[in-house]
């Protein structure tokens, strides 16, 4: 794995002496769909390899379906458990911002994951994947793969600056390629949308020779629809994020599904991690973690495959 | 001049509120076409056709609820529950039993029976509990939506390879390439119109819609027919799950997402009174096939930005009804 590690070691207020219980506050997002049901099945088993591994921490692990509700839950912590750290991943970055600058300020250890906070510097350690570099390692793919004149669809995600800024990444590797973005629309990472958006444009397009669907569970959908016209032959299909019904076709040789692209949940691992040492060891973790998506080949596929992840 | 003053009057009325759904229905053909001469393709056709079938199915369901003065906000969540639950109660017995056709007749039974149920706790609750429909199926509506995500730990629900190939043709295959979504769709349909029309049943929902209290004068078992229009629409989910399960072979958290709106606003763009009192199935297909006709068009085209879909769908919904209403105001 390329991991960018970005120390600023300017040793930030907290000293960590270890003392008689530290006690690390985790708030995510709850599963509602399978990227975070994958994060949360990440962050329960690394609490659990922790727990076991350092009997002085202990953990306050909660998942909220709203931004409101995460800012509840991140007061009850302070509150009533005195946490030590926290490990966030705000649900939206505005109306998260302040709430978890005040912990900040009362001297907590604060890890912020993946969705930055509205203004720097208010967290003393931030672990995100990259979305340019996940829109980036398709359109390399894809400029690498393909012919000159090539056609291709793109599936969006939500309208979103996550979306956005994967798909400008994707862009900007295609530039200079020749090859054709036929069309481009939103899948919204459901397979539902993702299967009727596909069928329409095997009714409009009648030639396409790749599809990257930017997210495994839109891969999904158009898999599907391709099936159905008949047209597996003549393209292939590039989702993104890993999921294992994904990495197994990849292993298996699939012509249809032949690589992939990262962005593990298991970040939120890493950010436990992370903390949990920086607090117990005293070594320099301050800084930004920036974890790199990867290509998924036939050759690598077996070190991303999780057998029990849900996702 | 008397023959000028008497003309108006003599000349036969277009009512404006039976043929406007089928006017908006027939632009959005013509536009396709014009548009794209893949649009009236026979692949395309039955695609659109297919994928009407899941909310076409419900939303039948929906206009004898809504014509008896009530509403079912559950039933996205409810169908996304049932696909999660069928697939799940699948998965094991093919491990215990070993898969094969038995399998699939189990989970069909399941779907179809745990709608039903699920239909009468709505229908119970509210007729036997007196908690107003839009509270109640606002409630249940939360619980279905979470008990799949929990069934499915926060991801998805997936068949297993074996039974997904067993059990797909259910989606894709049917007769003379018409496919069975959209054959049960058509048999449902006109079923719905006859039980409007023709029977005792779907003339005592107009008439506890229309006003509850004669029609209880009137002798009709209001809370019976009311508990009924719930326990139909229910069974109604079962059957579109048992229709959409065999598509993707899968359920998760947003499975289902919004179908409650689409059926309601099918329901409504058809011709029945959301307040109740009238409804007819016929509208409510055309209102089913008019939404989806506007997402096919937009995909077809890179006329409109993909970020206005929505306000495109909004604008046909409220100028269906408002086309309606203007005609029965001036009557």
């Known amino acids: 794995m390329r ?14 002496v270890p003392a008689l219980s530290e006690t690390i506050g985790i708030s995510i997002p709850a599963a509602t769909h399978g990227w975070a049901g994958a994060l949360n099945f990440h962050a329960e088993r690394t609490v659990a390899r922790l727990s076991e591994a350092n009997p002085d921490l202990e953990f306050v692990l909660t998942t909220t379906s709203d931004p409101g509700q995460q800012v509840s839950d991140l007061e009850d912590m302070v509150a009533t458990r005195g946490i030590d750290a926290l490990v966030v991943l705000p649900f ?35 672990v995100a994947g990259d979305n340019d570099s996940f829109g980036r390692t398709a359109g390399t793919y894809f ?44 899948g919204n990472w459901n397979r539902d949308t993702a299967f009727n958006l596909m069928q329409d444009w095997l009714s409009r397009f009648p030639e396409i020779d790749a599809v990257w669907a930017a997210d495994d569970d839109m891969a999904v959908g158009a898999l599907a629809a391709i099936d159905q016209a008949g047209r597996t032959e003549e393209m292939f299909v590039v989702g993104g994020a890993g999921m294992k019904e994904m990495v197994q076709r990849i292993q298996d040789g699939d012509p249809t599904v032949p690589v992939n692209v990262t962005y593990p949940p298991a970040m939120i691992s ?23 998506s990867e290509l998924i080949t036939p050759e690598n596929a077996e070190s991303f495959y999780f057998e029990d992840s849900p996702y | 001049m008397s023959m000028a003053t008497t003309a108006p009057t003599r000349r036969p009325r277009v009512n404006l509120a039976v043929v406007a759904p089928i006017v908006a229905l027939i632009v959005l053909v013509l536009i396709g076409m014009a548009l794209n001469p893949n649009f009236l393709s026979f692949a395309n ?56 056709l038995p399998v699939i007749l189990i989970g069909i039974a399941l ?47 997936s068949l297993g390879y074996e039974m997904r190939e067993l059990y797909r043709p259910v989606y894709y295959d049917g007769i003379l390439g018409i496919s069975w979504p959209i054959i049960v769709f058509a048999v449902l349909a006109i079923l719905g119109e006859i039980t409007m029309r023709h029977t005792a049943f779907g003339r005592h929902c107009a008439a506890i819609g229309s006003n509850e209290k004669v029609a209880r004068y009137s002798s009709v078992a209001v809370l019976r027919v009311r508990l009924m229009t719930y326990v139909l629409l229910g069974t109604l989910v079962g059957i579109a799950v048992v229709m959409y399960v065999p598509r993707l072979g899968s359920a998760s958290a947003t499975t289902g997402l919004l179908w409650e709106l689409e059926a309601i606003a099918a329901v409504i763009i058809g011709g029945t009174l959301l307040k109740g009192g009238f409804g007819r199935v016929w509208g409510t297909v055309v209102g089913v096939l008019i939404l989806s006709l506007i997402g096919n068009l937009l995909n077809l085209t890179d006329f409109v930005s993909p970020y206005l879909n929505g306000a495109i769908q909004g604008v046909v919904i409220i100028l269906a009804v408002v086309l309606q209403r203007n005609t029965g105001a001036a009557r």
């Not at chain 1, 302040?98 to 931030?126: F, M």
């Open chain 1, 3 to 16: 991991k960018t590690l970005i120390a600023t070691t300017a040793l930030m207020g907290l000293t960590a």
């Open chain 1, 92 to 126: 939206e970055s505005e109306p998260l911002t302040g709430p978890i600058q005040r912990i900040a300020d009362s001297g907590v250890w604060v890890t912020v994951v993946d969705r930055g906070l509205a203004q720097e510097g208010i967290e003393n350690l931030y």
């Open chain 1, 143 to 186: 400029a690498d793969t393909l012919d000159e004149g090539a056609k291709v669809v793109v599936m969006r995600g939500i309208a979103s600056t996550v979306d956005n800024e994967r798909v400008a990444g994707f862009e900007a590797a295609l530039e200079g390629s020749g090859i054709e973005v036929l069309a481009m629309d939103h």
């Open chain 1, 270 to 292: 890493t950010a436990i991690e992370m903390t949990a040492l920086g607090l117990t060891s005293g070594a320099p973790m301050s800084g930004e973690f920036i974890i790199a």
């Open chain 2, 45 to 100: 056709i039955t695609n659109v056709l297919a994928r009407s079938a899941f909310i076409g199915i419900i939303a039948i369901g929906m206009t004898f609820v809504i014509t008896a003065g009530g509403l079912d906000l559950s039933v996205g969540s409810m169908a996304a529950f049932v696909a999660g639950l069928m697939i799940l109660v699948m998965n094991m017995l093919t491990e215990s039993m070993g898969g094969g």
């Open chain 2, 111 to 157: 779907a179809l029976f745990t709608g039903l149920a699920a239909g009468f706790i709505n229908g119970i609750l509210i007729t036997r509990a007196g908690i107003e429909a839009f509270i109640l199926t606002l409630g249940t509506m939360g619980i279905y939506r979470s008990l799949v995500t929990w069934l499915a730990d926060g991801g998805t629900l």
